[in-house]
């Protein structure tokens, strides 16, 4: 069995990824050795099969380096001083990563199997050691589009995002709920929701929000009952680097030989831990909603196509229906009144799952086979 050092296990794609792991009964083909930054010495968590009862230090190098494969979910930071520092002393094992340090650099893949196993495949002879999770909304898209893109039917894509505070970390998600809690009290407290006319009770809540106690010390403003439509720090050429990733890392992943420009405006939103994202696709070919949607659905067995009535789309295509599912929804699709080669799409995906933990389950998978 090969050995599996985990680091970082205890944020939430870390935990994710364990509970993934667990459902499949992964950590029967491996031995998992547990690693912590800040614990050494604590207890392991209760994973059947495993033998190591305490955490060990993630900052020893000598004993990574025994490891056949590491897989670190604790950020780039931990990244990249330590991936860099067993490379240099020459160590070979595979090196898995949710964060996006290493995405880009030339001796490592971004991975997401159902789009690029070939990619996986070729990287595997090639003896690249270094396997990296794709930037979320980037692995959700490509599980939802894979269909076209497989096709080679795409000339460009926009996109406008609905990004759940998952995505930010933790403590962004707990910040939305106390933000939310904090609105719904002040408004409960007064007994306002019997007594009171709406317009009256929007003011409470628009209070609420501007009072100096409303929890906003990591978003910095309001999101709740709002939006924030930037992700990440700006690039100089305007975008975001969210949006900047979008298409970088979508060309990585699909290997294209000729460009495909990606570009839209990403945006927060109050959704807990599931991405939407509403597409414009410029097709090169007039191609028929039919055969459009036939491509899509067909193209793995996670993505579903969801019928552009308005109760399928309410029951199926929102952030509640999909949340802790491995399920890809895409609806809403039909050509568009610009021309014949225009179509729109909208699509969702759990953050945590397609867009982080799962694809690095998966390899993890692939490179112990
Ligand atoms: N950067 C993404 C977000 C998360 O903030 O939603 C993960 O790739």
Not at 45 to 68: M, R, V
Not at 259 to 280: A, M
Request: hydrophobic content about 40%.
């Amino acid at each position: 069995k090969k050995s599996v050092g985990f680091i970082g296990w205890r944020g939430m794609v870390g935990s994710v990824l364990l509970d993934r792991m667990q459902k499949n009964n992964d950590f029967k083909k491996i031995k998992p050795v547990f690693f912590t930054t800040s614990q050494v010495g604590h207890k392991t968590p209760s994973i059947l099969g495993c033998s190591q009862s305490f955490l060990e230090d993630a900052y020893n190098i000598e004993h990574l380096k025994e490891l056949d494969i590491i897989l670190s979910c604790q950020g780039t930071k931990y990244t990249l001083i330590i991936y860099k520092k067993l490379r240099k002393i020459g160590w070979k094992g595979y090196w898995i990563d949710a964060s996006s340090a290493l995405r880009l650099k030339n001796n490592s893949i971004i991975v997401l199997d159902p789009i690029n196993m070939n990619s996986i495949n070729c990287a595997l002879q090639k003896n690249i050691k270094t396997f990296v999770g794709g930037n979320c909304t980037v692995s959700l898209m490509l599980m939802a589009l894979g269909g076209l893109f497989q096709k080679n039917i795409v000339d460009w894509v926009t996109v406008s995002t609905y990004q759940a505070v998952s995505g930010g970390g933790a403590k962004y998600m707990l910040e939305t709920l106390k933000q939310m809690g904090y609105i719904y009290n002040k408004i409960s407290l007064n007994n306002t929701l019997l007594n009171k006319g709406v317009l009256e009770i929007e003011k409470i809540a628009r209070d609420a929000v501007q009072d100096r106690f409303f929890p906003k010390k990591y978003f910095t403003v309001p999101l709740a009952g709002s939006l924030i439509p930037w992700i990440d720090i700006p690039m100089k050429n305007g975008q975001s680097k969210e949006e900047w990733k979008g298409a970088v890392e979508t060309n990585k992943i699909l290997d294209s030989k000729n460009y495909i420009p990606i570009d839209g405006t990403c945006v927060r939103v109050d959704s807990l831990r599931c991405h939407s994202q509403s597409f414009v696709i410029k097709l090169k070919n007039n191609i028929s909603i039919k055969d459009i949607e036939l491509w899509i659905d067909s193209h793995n067995p996670w993505v579903k196509l969801i019928k552009n009535t308005p109760e399928d789309t309410k029951k199926n295509l929102t952030p509640a229906a999909v949340t802790g599912t491995l399920n890809i929804p895409i609806g809403r699709v039909r050509k568009l009144n610009l021309g014949k080669n225009y179509i729109t799409a909208f699509s969702v995906g759990d953050q945590l799952l397609w867009g982080a933990a799962e694809p690095l389950r998966r390899i993890l998978n692939i490179l112990i086979s």
